[in-house]
Each structure stands twice: as C-alpha cells, then as structure tokens.
C-alpha cells in the first residue's frame, strides 16, 4: 500500500443487500418477479409506461427505508482519510454511499431520486411517485422518467471512468456479479494499465479469475476490514 495513490472502487448491489435492498440476479431477486424486457428497456417504457413507474416508484420509496450499512460506512471513512485520489465508481441507484457520507461517488446508472425530464433534458431530485405523470419542475411538460440507465443505454459519465483506470494504482471491485457490461471489462482495463486489483466479493464472481487477489464474505465484514488495513498502511 505504500506505493498506492490512487484507488478506483467498484461497487454493486451486493454492498447494498444488507441493508435489505434487494439484488436482481439473487434467488427471489428482482428478475426472478420481473422480466427485465418488461421493466428495464426503452422499449418496456414506451409499451406498458405504467408498469414501469410502478415498478421504479415502489424501487424509489423502497430506497429511502434503507439505512447504509457498515460496508458504507467504511468507505466513507475511506473517503475522508485517504490522502491520495480516490473514485467510487457505483453500479447502484441507491443514495447509501452518500448518507453514509461518502463524497467522491459516481453513479454510473443513474440515481432512484432523480427524475430525468425527456423534454427538456434536466434533472431534478425527486422523491415521490411518477405514476400519476407530474409535471416537470424545470420546464412544466409532463415528460418525467426515472433516471436510470435501461439496458440497452449508456451508462453515465465513461470517459471520467476510464480516466479515472488509466491512472489507477489499485482497483477493488465490491458486491458485483461481473456479469454487467460495461463495468465487468473494468478490471481488465485497470489491469492493462498497470493497475493492482482486489475483489471484495460474498463469493466469487463471473470475472474472479481476472483479479489478482479476492476475499469472500459479507461485505459488512469483508470492507470494514480491508479498509482498517489500508488506512493503517497508509498511516
């Protein structure tokens, strides 16, 4: 750790499931109740709209029951005490990373509490429902969508990304499936770059075998941790 500047994190949906958000590719998970065509495409929102408010509106009141948990909360601290740079990049539309008081978060897919106006391309908090199709804050059309990123479109913000792996010391991926594209190629890319890579993972996922290390179990366990351990050499 005494040569590492700069850390570049990964986090998924399993950072988030205990605190009782519910991941999609688990037994009894999201896509198990829902069928991803049906729910998560451009083409779903434009065929059936209403079932997909309904499905993001109960996702988007869900979230704001949830309290961050001690897998959050230590990369909080991290992102207070770590004197170089450091990036959470999140595949997750949940806001825990930052009420656990996490700073330097990207949400590569978009947030629940935000809405996404069509017409006039803004974003603005949002925090109730859209089945009711209410209008935009900004400019008054009735054109709100959540703004999540569907399969299907880009995620946000790639090129500050991949800046951020070209210059990477060490990437760590936590509670993901690396099943997603283009976040499971991560780890590659922060690799070809010279980059150390750590998963933090409950077991080992589809693109364990790219990382050079990997350590299983809760991320409640697992996170706190390994965080102890890079502050405590980084001191």
Known sequence: MKDIRNIVILSGAGISAESGIDTFRSEGGLWERHR??????????????????????????????????????????????WPGELLIVTQNVDNLHERAGAERVLHMHGEHLLAWCTACDTRSPWTGTLIERPPCPVCGERALRPDVVWFGEMPYRMDEIYAALREADLFVSIGTSGAVYPAAGFVRNAREMGAHTLELNLEPSKGTRWFEEARHGPATQIVPAWVDEVLSAAS
Request: charged share 35%.
């Open 36 to 81: 991803v065509e049906d729910v998560a495409t451009p083409e779903a929102f434009a065929r059936d709209p209403d079932l997909v408010l309904r499905f993001y509106d109960m996702r988007r009141a869900a979230i704001q029951t949830k309290e961050p948990n001690a897998a959050h909360l230590a990369l909080a601290r991290l992102d207070a005490e």
